[in-house]
T-cell receptor, first 115, second 116 residues
Framework: DQQVKQNSPSLSVQEGRISILNCDYT??????FLWYKKYPAEGPTFLIS?????DKNEDGRFTVFLNKSAKHLSLHIVPSQPGDSAVYFC??????????????FGTGTRLKVLA | DTGVSQNPRHKITKRGQNVTFRCDPI?????LYWYRQTLGQGPEFLTY????????KSRLLSDRFSAERPKGSFSTLEIQRTEQGDSAMYLC??????????????FGSGTRLTVV
């Protein structure tokens, strides 16, 4: 069963506009969420995180929003730049409750920022 | 510290052969994870260690797979009698978990396995 879902396999956005990447999860025990960015032939790199006690976290051009009641999170990139073109994965963990700190990853969304 | 290091970067092997991958985590990290990623999928959890103890194994990890982390430092992942379905990118990650705090993972660049 896919506990973390990214239903949009790809997204194209014009440079300078906002990119919004979505992620849904099914396990209400998840309490910590991450976004990773992955370029071809490289491992994923950490982008931004959010704890379930918050509903928003910002870091520069990147903002993550968490809607616990809807079990939905989104990553906003403003303004989008061509260098942001990559595959973005969301990941969820039930660390505080399960103690494993094992992350479950979605299938990814390929973002293409057009110059 | 140069981050998480994985060797080799690429491995091509014939079906039925054994292969071993190595991961050197960030030195102060106490947790080490192995994931597998196939085309079009996100990383899938295989197993993880806290120090030298292997605390969880996915049912994806058949009896042909074994992982070790002697002395709680580097880790190896061995696949015996490889099959074409084992072809994937094998990712290692490490993290520091202390006092209930939960840092994200730092991933290595992965080992791409091709079984022919």
């Amino acid at each position: 069963d896919q506990q973390v879902k990214q239903n949009s396999p790809s997204l194209s956005v014009q440079e300078g506009r906002i990119s919004i990447l979505n992620c849904d999860y099914t396990n209400s025990m998840f309490d910590y969420f991450l976004w990773y960015k992955k370029y071809p032939a490289e491992g994923p790199t950490f982008l931004i995180s959010i704890s379930s006690i918050k509903d928003k976290n910002e870091d520069g051009r990147f903002t993550v929003f968490l809607n616990k009641s809807a079990k939905h999170l989104s990553l906003h990139i403003v303004p989008s730049q061509p260098g942001d073109s990559a595959v973005y994965f969301c990941a969820a963990s039930g660390g505080r409750t399960s103690g494993t700190y094992k992350y479950i990853f979605g299938t990814g969304t390929r973002l293409k920022v057009l110059a | 510290d140069t981050g998480v290091s994985q060797n080799p970067r690429h491995k091509i092997t014939k079906r039925g052969q054994n292969v071993t991958f190595r991961c050197d985590p960030i030195s102060e990290h106490n947790r080490l994870y192995w994931y597998r990623q196939t085309l079009g999928q996100g990383p899938e959890f295989l197993t993880y260690f806290q120090n030298e103890a292997q605390l969880e194994k996915s049912r994806l990890l058949s009896d042909r797979f074994s992982a070790e982390r002697p002395k709680g430092s580097f880790s190896t992942l061995e696949i015996q009698r490889t099959e074409q379905g084992d072809s994937a990118m094998y990712l290692c990650a490490s993290s520091l978990v202390a006092g209930g705090a939960n840092d994200g993972y730092t991933f290595g660049s992965g080992t791409r396995l091709t079984v022919v």
